[in-house]
């Protein structure tokens, strides 16, 4: 076996496609079969390698998030048992895996670029550009999950002529990975604002990128958006609030130069076209059905403030239990796993919406959208005592949630669904009640910090269970909302972790690299931004 940060895993290459929009995705079903790569091939390569941990599938969803992250943020219900809240391996090691396999391409990507003369590396610097964006991405999500990790010399096994010696990779310490994707994400933006393409190379880049379909504004959002949620998450360390603070500013005070996600329509996300293709997200169902009841089953937590505040999103989001008599009833993570499970098989427990989400075939792959980032804004003006401005981010993020699961219903083909009715939209009306209600008006709250706890519990709902990685990593680091959870003492992790630990196969593989940083490999050291 061989070390998975050196690893290259070979051939994901694509070939040409059509950039019509109903066609999209036709030429992405077996990119294995690819025997010869380009820049622009590789970088579709990049992207596909990474598709199934960004549109929902089954082995994301049912063997990595099940009994781990979506326990952890109570986004779902679930029977207590002994050893509950230590993730599992094979959970892990797929999300390590899929990360590596992705910054493997990526490396490759940079190989074949680097080996082209100066005027067609002009040419295709869009890709390169593009193409580090969505795997920093992913790089910040697994240092929020791991802490340190190999980074800076990892996937680098083609490059150095396979050489695995000269391959094992170091790891890097979370805050200077932290550091680099801010200065290059930075960079970037400066570059992406400064591009121009031909209309050969314009047409080559939608060709290829089934992600933006080649809208460069599109990516520069993406990029500007990518350094908001990085500079919010790192703004209570001491090392990074000046940084913070003035970058937060400077992106917010001029949307020319650094325009972000700010509507809906802006969202970056894997859109699925045509479900016979491999952008599909068919695996959803398995992802959360296939496990029985509770790997769909609504947590009490989520239920309860959805049922307390009249939250629009409750009838398109969840489903009353089949006994319930129309009522949306959450499962307690405090009772015993006899009294869980008679609740349940008495059909009294919500779960998850089949018509919204586990049957809905066309659900996207969400890595950043227009509510998201009005939270992080409102909890930035809020830092900085600008109250009108985090009102008006705060309310504005609210009535952009409920219009996005409005829109993720839209485009549902799930049909005929056993003991079930297909909800409908959530009016205009609905969302300003909801929005003036006692327990989220915003002038409800007399102090910041129970502002801020109005912030944090709309990023919980937002993100439930699709937004598993955001969702963590915010309850993490604002600790809240508060959620209760049995204690298991017959383990030596009695409580959720607050990180993810390194897997085994890295650690037998990549010892000496792994000396470095075994004392904080536990489920109990903090990740360096989590400071409260």
Known sequence: ???????????????????????????????????????????????????????????????????????????????????????????IEDVWYNYYNMLAQYRELQKIYASKPADQQADRKIFMLAAAVYVYDYTAKLVDLHGSIPFSAAGMLSTNGGDYIASSAKFDTAESIYTFLLDDLKRISTELNGITLNSGYQKSFQTQDFLNKGDVTLWKRYANSLRLRLLNRVSDVDSFKSRSNTEMAEILGNSTTYPIVETNAQNIQMNVYDIN???????????????????????????????????????????????????????????????????????QVAIYNRYTLSRNQFFPGILINAPQINLIKAEYYLRIGNDASAKTAYETAIAQSVQFYNGILAVTNATGVTGSTKPTAATDASISAYIAGKGVNWSSATTSADKLKLIATQKWLHYNLVMPYDNWSDLRRLD?????????????????????????????????????????????????????
């Open 1 to 91: 076996m061989k070390k998975i940060s050196s690893l290259l895993l070979g051939g994901l290459l694509l070939a040409n496609v059509s950039c019509k929009e109903s066609d999209f995705t036709e030429a992405y079903p077996n990119p294995a079969k690819i025997a010869e790569t380009t820049v622009e091939k590789q970088f579709t390569g990049v992207l596909y390698s990474n598709k199934d941990y960004v549109l929902p599938g089954y082995r994301y969803y049912f063997v990595s998030l099940r009994t781990s992250i979506n326990h952890y943020t109570q986004a779902t219900g679930w029977t207590n048992s002994s050893g509950q809240y230590v993730p599992g391996s094979s959970g």
């Open 277 to 347: 293709t491999d952008i599909n997200s068919k695996g959803f169902q398995d992802g959360l059905e296939s496990a029985g009841w509770f790997g769909n089953t609504a947590g009490k937590a989520m239920i309860d403030n959805m049922n307390a505040n009249n939250d629009p999103r409750l009838p398109i989001l969840f489903e009353p239990g089949a006994s319930a008599g129309g009522k949306y009833i959450g499962l307690d993570p405090t009772a015993t796993e006899g009294t869980q499970t008679a609740l349940f098989n008495a059909g």
């Open 480 to 532: 809240y909302p508060t959620l209760s959870f049995q204690v298991d003492n017959a383990n030596n992790q009695t409580l959720p972790p607050v990180r993810w630990t390194i897997p085994g196969n890295e650690i037998t593989y990549n010892a000496t690299n792994y000396a470095a940083i075994k004392a904080t490999d536990n489920l109990t050291t903090k990740i360096f931004w989590d400071v409260k």
